[in-house]
C-alpha cells in the first residue's frame, strides 16, 4: 500500500469511518423487583415500558437507572424509583447481578435488588405504562437484551424471590 492510501485509510478509521468503533463506559445500574402478592396467593413484579421516543423505544425492563458518583447502589435505586414511580422503597436483599455488552458497544452492569414494602401512591412518571406481571407471563413482553437471561430463570423457577 502507498503511504499516502495509507494514512487516508487511518484518518477515516480515526473519524470513525472504518474500523471498530472505541469501547464507552460501563454503565453502573440498579433496578428493581417490586414484588406484590394478587388475590389468589401469586405474586407478581411490576414491570415497566419505554417511551418510543426514548433509546431502545417500547422495550419492557424493571424500573431503575444508573448509579450517580457518590451514591451506593441501594441509595441509587431508592432515589430511582422515588423519581419514576414516586415511591418510598424499602431496598431488600441482592437477587443477581448482570454484565451485558449491547451491540452499539455500550456496556451494563446491572444489579437487582428484591423490593417488598414501599410507602406512597405508586405513579407511572416517565414510562409508556407500567403493569404487574406473574413470574410464568415475562416471557412474553419484548425484554432489553440484558435481562433476557433473568427473565427465563424467573419464569422457570430457577431464580427464586422468595424469602
Ligand atoms: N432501569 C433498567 N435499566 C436497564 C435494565 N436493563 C438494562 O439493560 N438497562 C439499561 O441500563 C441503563 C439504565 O439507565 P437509565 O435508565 O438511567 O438511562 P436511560 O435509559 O434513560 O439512558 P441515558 O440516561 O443513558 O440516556 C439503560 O441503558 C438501560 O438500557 C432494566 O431492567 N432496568
Redesign the pocket.
Known sequence: MKKKEAIRRLDARRNGAAGPRPPKAL?M???ALILRTDENGCEEVLI?Q?KAD???AL?W??????IEAGEGPEEALHR?LNEELGIFAEIGPPLTRIR?N?RNG?A?D?Q?FIVRSFTGALENRIFRQILWSGFGALPEYD?????LGLIRDLADGKLKVSD
Open positions: 454503565r445500574v440498579v433496578a415497566c419505554r426514548q433509546p431502545m422495550k425492563e424493571f424500573p431503575g437507572g444508573k430511582e451485558h449491547y455500550g451494563v446491572l437487582f425484554f432489553l437484551a440484558a435481562d
